[in-house]
């Protein structure tokens, strides 16, 4: 399905659209600048049933050229809440 809006809307506003055009269980977003491995939601949606859990995240790899820094804290992993 392809969503055109002649307004910008920003990021926000055109995922809250694709929110309200959103059928399945599951919902991901990606950003155009985004790689992910192929089973990438494959992997979260069985950790999400298998834990009963609403939300599920995954580390990222900021990719600097020849350079790559992990960016994630361990402590995002196992809060109850969400920002």
């Known amino acids: 399905m392809v969503i055109t809006y002649e307004q910008n809307l920003r990021q926000g506003g055109v995922r809250n659209i694709g929110l309200n055009y959103a059928t399945g269980d ?49 402590e995002w992993g196992n809060c109850n809440w969400i920002a």
């Open 26 to 74: 599951f919902i991901g977003f990606l950003d155009s600048d985004d790689w992910i491995v192929p089973d990438m939601y494959e992997v979260l949606v069985e950790k999400m049933i298998e834990g009963v859990y609403d939300v599920v995240n995954c580390q990222l790899i900021r990719d600097k050229g020849n350079d790559e820094e992990a960016n994630f804290r361990p």
